[in-house]
Nanobody, 124 residues
Framework: QVQLRESGGASVQPGGSLRLSCAAA????????MAWFRQVPGKEREGVAR???????TYADDVKGRFTISVDSAENSLDLQMNNLKPEDTAMYYC??????????????????WGQGTQVTVSS
């Protein structure tokens, strides 16, 4: 059974850092396209970062240089290091697994499994 469970969300001040983690079960994470999305109430879910084997990454323009996505093969987890956080980064963050090994954009239909989310709040 495929399961994704996010953790690491918290409230931080602007300029702070957080590391999100997504524990995967039921499959080998490095064999699939994996991604982080975020959503603010009343707005559409948006892609933040995605990765596929061996380490091809893509980032949304507004997080480039601040966020880093990575896979921990030993832990079978997906991580998102977030630095220099801004109030506009406030959202519920979700990890998602793609249908195959390659990543093909941000369309929700490309991703077939989702976690329950972890809340990130950036505020002074």
């Amino acid at each position: 059974q495929v399961q994704l469970r996010e953790s690491g969300g918290a409230s931080v001040q602007p300029g702070g850092s957080l590391r999100l983690s997504c524990a995967a079960a039921g499959f080998t994470i490095s064999n699939y396209c994996m991604a982080w999305f975020r959503q603010v109430p009343g707005k559409e879910r948006e892609g933040v970062a995605r990765i596929h084997f061996p380490s091809f990454t893509t980032y949304a323009d507004d997080v480039k240089g601040r966020f880093t996505i990575s896979v921990d093969s030993a832990e079978n987890s997906l991580d998102l290091q977030m630095n220099n956080l801004k109030p506009e980064d406030t959202a519920m963050y979700y990890c998602a697994r793609g249908k195959g090994a390659q990543c093909y954009g941000w369309a929700s239909g490309v991703y077939e499994y989702w976690g329950q989310g972890t809340q990130v709040t950036v505020s002074s």
